[in-house]
Each structure stands twice: as C-alpha cells, then as structure tokens.
T-cell receptor, first 111, second 113 residues
Framework: NAGVTQTPKFQVLKTGQSMTLQCAQDMNHEYMSWYRQDPGMGLRLIHYSVGAGITDQGEVPNGYNVSRSTTEDFPLRLLSAAPSQTSVYFC??????????FGQGTRLTVV | AQKITQTQPGMFVQEKEAVTLDCTYDTSDPSYGLFWYKQPSSGEMIFLIYQGSYDQQNATEGRYSLNFQKARKSANLVISASQLGDSAMYFCAMREINNDMRFGAGTRLTVKP
C-alpha cells in the first residue's frame, strides 16, 4: 500500500521552463491538495480538489494549474517557472473530515 | 489575514519534561477542525492529533494532548514526558467548512538530554 506518491523527489528547472509535479494516491480519498513549504512560512495551500472534475484555488494559486480527471491523480503544473517557486511541494489526501495524509514531498529549485 | 498563529519559532525542553506548543486561530465558522502535525528532519508530515470544534473534551493521543479553549480560540499541543525523538518542527492547522487545511508557521522543538 503506497499511500500518497509524489514524483519526482528532486527537480532543478531553469527560469521559464514548464513542468508537472505528479501526485498519485491509492487510498480512494476524494480530497486532494497541493501545498508549498517555505522557511518560516509553514505550508501554504496552492490548489485543492474535492473530487474528480472539481478543483479550487487555495492561498497561493498564481503560476500553478491543476486538473483532476481521476480520483487517483492530481498533477500540479508550473506553466513558466520562476525563482520564487523554489520550494518544497507536498501533496495531501484525505477522506471526509479525517486527517490528511501527505506524500514525501518534491524539492524544486528554479535557477 | 493570518488564520493560524504559532508565536514560538523555537522551543527547548529537557528530556522527560512536559512542553506546551502554542496555537491560536481565527475563524467565524461554527464548525471547524484543528490538527497538529510533526515534521522531523527527514521531512515527512506526521499527523498527531485532531480536535473538532464541537468536541466537548480535549483530544488525547498517547503522550499528546490538545488544550482546546474555544472562547480564546486557542489549541495548544501538550507533549508529556518528552523524548529525544520528539525534536522536530510542529505545525498547527485548521480546516473550515468548504475549505482545505491551513497551517501556521510552525514551532521548532528541541529536546535536550
């Protein structure tokens, strides 16, 4: 039982490049979210989804796109990477009002 | 506006002593949930404890308890009998209706032998 799987674990991008961070879960949870973690700021919500076909913006959505075509997958797309997007990204899932389960994180550096 | 406030960037505690990590929150929703997570140096997020806004009693999970004071909008985490393995970042989080979880800035706890 893998739980929540994020790929890649590490990535270096050049400014202006695009990429997709992958998140897959095998827990059959309807809720999925993306967070970024920066020093001294905790985790900030980027986008979230309450089920397949439904997404919504969080606190810091600019520069990121998401889609949710299946229950299992919730990819996060960076359209044109900027140094300000250097961060650690976490994907999380949950069922109903239960606690969230997190992936291991993706450390992204934009140069 | 900041929804979750953790005022202690860093805390020290002697091994086997108890420690309280502070968390205050801001919401106008009558129904919400409060969570604490631990993040060790390895980076994963570990769920510790949950308190619902309508729960009458403070939540407890082993050595962890949540001191919930609804009128003061505080949800402090109490760790009893601290262990060296408790050294980590601790995050308080809140989830409101029709919204997802929002986190505080975290408190770094160091347990001294």
């Amino acid at each position: 039982n893998a739980g929540v799987t994020q790929t890649p674990k590490f990535q270096v991008l050049k400014t202006g490049q695009s990429m997709t961070l992958q998140c897959a879960q095998d827990m059959n949870h309807e809720y999925m979210s993306w967070y970024r973690q920066d020093p001294g700021m905790g985790l900030r919500l980027i986008h979230y989804s309450v089920g397949a076909g439904i997404t919504d913006q969080g606190e810091v959505p600019n520069g990121y796109n998401v889609s949710r075509s299946t229950t299992e997958d919730f990819p996060l797309r960076l359209l044109s990477a900027a140094p300000s997007q250097t961060s650690v990204y976490f994907c999380a899932t949950r069922r109903g009002e239960d606690e969230a389960f997190f992936g291991q994180g993706t450390r992204l550096t934009v140069v | 506006a900041q929804k979750i406030t953790q005022t202690q960037p860093g805390m020290f505690v002697q091994e086997k002593e108890a420690v309280t990590l502070d968390c205050t929150y801001d919401t106008s929703d009558p129904s919400y949930g409060l969570f604490w997570y631990k993040q060790p140096s390895s980076g994963e997020m570990i769920f510790l404890i949950y308190q619902g806004s309508y729960d009458q009693q403070n939540a407890t999970e082993g050595r962890y308890s949540l001191n919930f004071q609804k009128a003061r909008k505080s949800a402090n985490l109490v760790i009893s009998a601290s262990q060296l393995g408790d050294s980590a970042m601790y995050f308080c989080a809140m989830r409101e209706i029709n919204n997802d979880m929002r986190f505080g800035a975290g408190t770094r706890l160091t347990v001294k032998p």
